[in-house]
T-cell receptor, first 110, second 110 residues
Framework: NAGVTQTPKFQVLKTGQSMTLQCAQDMNHEYMSWYRQDPGMGLRLIHYSVGAGITDQGEVPNGYNVSRSTTEDFPLRLLSAAPSQTSVYFC?????????FGQGTRLTVV | RKEVEQDPGPFNVPEGATVAFNCTYSNSASQSFFWYRQDCRKEPKLLMSVYSSGNEDGRFTAQLNRASQYISLLIRDSKLSDSATYLCVVSGGSNYKLTFGKGTLLTVNP
């Protein structure tokens, strides 16, 4: 049982580049979300989805897009990377009381 | 006022010590409460849910006071393996959006 799989684990981007962080879960959970974690800031919600075809903004959505075409996948797109988006990104899925997180993507924008 | 506030820490305690973490939340409509544990450079994982009646899991005891909007976690007989960051997490309920505190780093020393 893989749980939540995120790729890539590490990424370095140049300012202005775009990329997609992949997230897949095999637990058939309806709810999926993306967080970023910065030193001293805790985890902050970027975007979330309550089911296929439904997405909504979280606390810090600017500069990111998401889509949810299937229950399993919830990719996060960085439209034009900025140094302020240097962070650790976590995808999570949940159904009920517990959220399961992917291993994270460490993104550096130079 | 931040939605979820935790003791800033860090806490450094000797093995065998008892350590308590405190957390307050601002949204009185919050429905679900959790403690997550995050090891260094790893993803958060659920440690335990928190109920109004209080709940215990081995050396760990969690308490919730809805009137005071206060959550606590007590760790007895600390082990080296308890060293981690402890995250207080609150959910609004219906769509499982999680709001995280910034976390409190615990180091248990031999």
């Amino acid at each position: 049982n893989a749980g939540v799989t995120q790729t890539p684990k590490f990424q370095v981007l140049k300012t202005g580049q775009s990329m997609t962080l992949q997230c897949a879960q095999d637990m058939n959970h309806e709810y999926m979300s993306w967080y970023r974690q910065d030193p001293g800031m805790g985890l902050r919600l970027i975007h979330y989805s309550v089911g296929a075809g439904i997405t909504d903004q979280g606390e810090v959505p600017n500069g990111y897009n998401v889509s949810r075409s299937t229950t399993e996948d919830f990719p996060l797109r960085l439209l034009s990377a900025a140094p302020s988006q240097t962070s650790v990104y976590f995808c999570a899925s949940s159904e009920g009381r517990e959220a399961f997180f992917g291993q994270g993507t460490r993104l550096t924008v130079v | 006022r931040k939605e979820v506030e935790q003791d800033p820490g860090p806490f450094n305690v000797p093995e065998g010590a008892t350590v308590a973490f405190n957390c307050t939340y601002s949204n009185s409509a919050s429905q679900s409460f959790f403690w997550y544990r995050q090891d260094c450079r790893k993803e958060p994982k659920l440690l335990m849910s928190v109920y109004s009646s209080g709940n215990e899991d081995g050396r760990f005891t969690a308490q919730l006071n809805r009137a005071s909007q206060y959550i606590s976690l007590l760790i007895r007989d600390s082990k080296l393996s308890d060293s981690a960051t402890y995250l207080c997490v609150v959910s609004g309920g219906s769509n499982y959006k999680l709001t995280f505190g910034k976390g409190t780093l615990l180091t248990v020393n031999p």
